[in-house]
């Protein structure tokens, strides 16, 4: 009765410094872990609520001018095309620092620590976060929620704190995770890769941490779970035995597809490609060339593949194309919804911005049916001259709007049928019997140069490609 009085007590006077305050309690910079222990209270994010659409007249940034979750387009929820993601590392441990220089971003909420208890507090930003800005997915490493250990059993000791405090906020909150992944590129230890080590030991421990992320992924719901090559390729090939590194990784995978199966975990397994950087070379360069090693080694109905659009422009490809390849694969399993700038030409991994890209994203998409079980995880960092609490939300809004607008455009394409007609005129000298013949394999080469030489000369028409870009422009 007595401790319960006094808790009423530190109530009321929380109450009144709140009242006083006006605001939480902070830790600032230049206090790094010297904080006190109490946890952070209240919310994280004062005075932002819960984002809602407003329309393309709007002029408030906090709003949706495009994104209208619940409208539907071509027979389907806006939110079920996208299943939108928000990605821990970058809005929650994403600081700005640069090769050149220090972070920039100071969160009120953090301590300067990589405490667990600091973890704990990260969470719950995070869920607030996703609430306030109405999206129902978030995607992860092991190591951005929860810190490392000295040992294994440690750092999954603290993985398990903080995935049991998300599994609760999940179930508040109504909230799933997109996928998870095992981050095995940042500890020294993989520096020659992981699962392509040339050391057995590591080889092992990236097997240890993936059976582990494995495990949380299935535990908190997850819908997929991503493989990302971080350092699995080559800098030098003097060194490598590359044949090895392939058939390991491969085995590795294997591993991973049985283990999956043990625990029951039935998420989609993906693979993002991604040509260098860190590495050299890395061996899932771009979707053609993942698609042929899951071919070789008999693993391509096991995965499918999440395509970073920084990442195809790396491998100098457009995010379209590798879409279109994943797709006419069967492959096409999520999107890292992100950009890079072609002034700069590394992995700046920016909010698109840019509608006409988004359009032809989502027509890729369209043609697909949806992605789902996979989604749109926004692999996507603010700039690092980008500093205020409310610019997070305002890339995830400017994010989420692009991308509806390319679904908008992309239906107005589909509906008007213009574009597609223009394709399949292209094509219709196959339209015959002789065409048909072909293309069902029934048209040997004695065949077809008695044909050459009935026909004479072909006509050639025009490919039309100036009037195809008119036509999407007209949509966009
Ligand atoms: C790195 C990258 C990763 C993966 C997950 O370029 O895209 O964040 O998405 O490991
Ligand atoms: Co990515």
Redesign the pocket.
């Known amino acids: 009765m007595k401790a319960w009085g006094i808790f009423l007590l530190l109530l009321c006077l929380q109450a009144i410094t709140y009242a006083v305050i006006g605001e939480s309690q902070t830790c600032p910079a230049e206090n790094v872990g010297k904080c006190d222990d109490s946890d952070w209270e209240g919310e994280f994010f004062p005075g932002i609520n819960k984002i809602k659409y407003e329309g393309p007249s709007s002029k408030n940034p906090l709003s949706f001018k495009w994104y209208n979750a619940e409208e539907e387009i071509l027979g389907k929820k806006m939110k079920d095309w996208f299943r939108f993601s928000v990605?821990f590392?970058h809005t929650f441990r994403g600081t700005g620092a640069d090769p050149f220089g220090a972070p920039t971003k100071y969160w009120p909420w953090e301590d300067g620590t990589n405490s667990l208890k600091m973890a704990k507090r990260r969470m719950r930003a995070n869920f607030e976060f996703i609430n306030k800005l109405g999206v129902d997915w978030w995607c992860f490493?092991d190591r951005d929620i929860a810190p490392d250990g000295e040992t294994l059993e440690e750092a999954n000791a603290n993985l398990d704190e903080v995935v049991a405090l998300a599994k609760e906020l999940q179930m508040q909150s109504k909230k799933k995770v997109l996928w998870g992944?095992a981050?095995l590129f940042m500890h020294p230890r993989y520096m020659h890769g992981a699962a392509t080590s040339s050391e057995l030991g590591v080889y092992a421990y990236a097997a240890a941490q993936v059976k582990k992320a494995l495990e949380v992924t299935h535990y908190l719901e997850g819908e997929n779970y991503?493989f990302?090559g971080?350092r699995e390729g080559y800098q030098s090939l003097l060194n490598t035995d590359m044949e090895r590194e392939l058939n390991h990784l491969a085995r590795f995978f294997e591993a991973a597809v049985a283990y999956k199966k043990k625990i029951g975990f039935n998420g989609t397994l993906l693979i993002?490609p991604?040509p260098q950087?860190p590495t050299k070379h890395q061996y899932d360069w771009d979707a053609a060339t993942t698609a042929n090693f899951l071919r070789k080694y008999g693993l391509i109905g096991e995965f499918k593949l999440?395509i970073?659009c920084?990442?195809a422009t790396l491998s100098g490809h457009s995010c379209h194309h590798e879409l279109e390849t994943a797709r006419i694969n069967g492959l096409l399993g999520n999107i890292?919804a992100n950009t890079g700038d072609p002034q700069v030409g590394w992995?700046t991994?920016q909010f698109l911005v840019d509608i006409q890209e988004a359009t032809m994203i989502m027509l890729s998409v369209i043609k697909n049916g949806g992605i789902a079980p996979g989604g749109f995880?926004f692999?996507a960092k603010l700039r690092r001259e980008s500093t205020d609490v409310d610019d997070l939300f305002i890339a995830h809004i400017i994010g989420m709007d692009t991308m509806a607008r390319g679904l908008r455009n992309a239906a107005t394409l589909i509906e008007d049928g213009t574009l597609a007609e223009l394709v399949r005129k292209r094509y219709q000298s196959f339209d015959t019997e002789i065409g048909a013949q072909i293309e069902a394999g029934k048209a040997d080469f004695d065949f077809l140069e008695k044909k050459a030489k009935e026909w004479g000369e072909p006509k050639v028409a025009s490919a039309k490609q100036e009037l195809a870009e008119m036509i999407l422009q007209s949509a966009l």
């Open positions: 990605a590392w490493h992944t981050q991503v990302w971080g993002e991604k950087e999440n970073e920084n990442h890292d992995d991994d995880n692999d």
